[in-house]
């Protein structure tokens, strides 16, 4: 069974760093794209960038470029979202997705929240 | 950037009704690569359709997508509870992928 495990809920201040994980099972890691996608309160989805295991190749939405660092760790078939700063408005719920054939994301984390206060 | 635009916003039905929701796109999508997801409160998203048409694995035969180019549908024949929930469409012809705003089916 396929299965992307998240890191818990974060408190943190603005300022403050922070990695938050995703860590998949019951299928070939290194051989899947994992995406990151952000949820605002009460807001829709935004894809955020994308990572590819194997060799750690990262795209990543311009929107996002220079604001957060995506990453791999194939040993432990982990993906990671980075900030160096945190701000208020990166609260949100944060949801690692697994790319699949065209690719279209096939399989969702349960999401992390992530809360900055100011 | 591909913008898609889903319409309506909120769709209020009843069990056992017919809903229709649409999505369309601010240019062609390529190859028509194009996924619904449902979205229910406090739950990750979860694929419903892809390339279209196409079902994910153990999605009831009640959902289907149609459409093409930059106009796509998803119906779900007969409404059942678990169904009142929140729908995006996602295209992913381009490497920028974007999301619609969602509708909401409420009951």
């Known amino acids: 069974e396929v299965q992307l495990v998240q890191s818990g809920a974060e408190v943190k201040k603005s300022g403050e760093s922070l990695k938050i994980s995703c860590k998949g099972s019951?299928?070939?890691?290194?051989?899947?794209?994992i995406a990151w996608v952000r949820q605002m309160p009460g807001k829709g989805l935004e894809w955020m960038g994308i990572?590819?295991?194997?060799?750690?190749?990262?795209r990543y939405n311009p929107s996002f470029q220079g604001q957060v660092t995506i990453s791999a760790d194939k040993s432990i078939a982990t993906a990671y979202l980075h900030w160096d700063s945190l701000k208020a408005s990166d609260t949100a719920i944060y949801y690692c997705?697994?790319?699949?054939?065209?690719?279209?994301?096939?399989?969702w984390g349960q999401g992390t929240l992530v809360t900055v206060s100011s | 950037e591909i913008v898609l635009t889903q319409s309506p916003g909120t769709l209020s039905l009843s069990p056992g009704d017919r809903a229709t929701l649409s999505c369309r796109a601010s240019?062609?999508?390529?190859?028509?690569?194009l996924a619904w997801l449902q979205q229910k409160p406090g739950q990750a998203p979860r694929l419903l359709i892809y390339?279209?048409?196409r079902r994910a694995t153990g999605v009831p035969d009640r959902f289907s997508g149609s459409g093409s180019g930059a106009d796509f549908t998803l119906t779900i024949s007969r409404l059942e509870h678990e169904d009142f929930a929140v729908y995006y469409c996602?295209?992913?012809?381009?490497?920028?992928?974007?999301f619609g705003q969602g509708t909401r089916l409420e009951i």
């Open positions: 997705a697994r790319l699949n054939g065209d690719p279209f994301f096939d399989f």
């Open positions: 019951g299928y070939r890691f290194t051989t899947y794209w």
């Open positions: 990572v590819y295991p194997d060799d750690s190749e990262t």
């Open positions: 240019q062609s999508v390529n190859n028509d690569y």
């Open positions: 390339d279209t048409s």
């Open positions: 996602q295209q992913y012809g381009t490497s920028l992928y974007t």
